[in-house]
Nanobody, 124 residues
Framework: QVQLVESGGGLVQAGGSLRLSCAAS????????MGWFRQAPEKEREFVAA????????RYADSVKGRFTISRDNAKNTVYLQMNSLKPEDTAVYYC?????????????????WGQGTQVTVSS
């Protein structure tokens, strides 16, 4: 069974940094895409960043470009989201997701597997 486990969430002041980790297991193929999504209270889940596992191509939402960086460590089967210059509007539950085919990287519905999420709170 595929399992994604997020970690690294917490409380940080505006302007600070935080790094999220997503440990993946059960994905035997190296051709899948990994994504980070976030959901604030009473808002829709939205795309944050994505990376292709084999090639390392990256994509970002306009709201986080220049501030967030997605990366992966193939040996550790782990995807990271480095978040810098954090703003209060970044406050949300952050989810790690995976798709085992080349789908729409920005679409929630295109991802088959999801983690439980980790809370990120940015104080003003």
């Amino acid at each position: 069974q595929v399992q994604l486990v997020e970690s690294g969430g917490g409380l940080v002041q505006a302007g600070g940094s935080l790094r999220l980790s997503c440990a993946a297991s059960g994905l035997t193929s190296s051709s899948y895409n990994m994504g980070w999504f976030r959901q604030a209270p009473e808002k829709e889940r939205e795309f944050v960043a994505a990376i292709s596992w084999n090639v390392g191509n990256t994509r970002y939402a306009d709201s986080v470009k220049g501030r967030f960086t997605i990366s992966r460590d193939n040996a550790k089967n782990t995807v990271y989201l480095q978040m810098n210059s954090l703003k209060p509007e970044d406050t949300a539950v952050y989810y790690c997701a995976a798709q085992d085919y080349s789908g729409r990287y920005y679409s929630v519905g295109a991802y088959q597997y999801w983690g439980q999420g980790t809370q990120v709170t940015v104080s003003s």
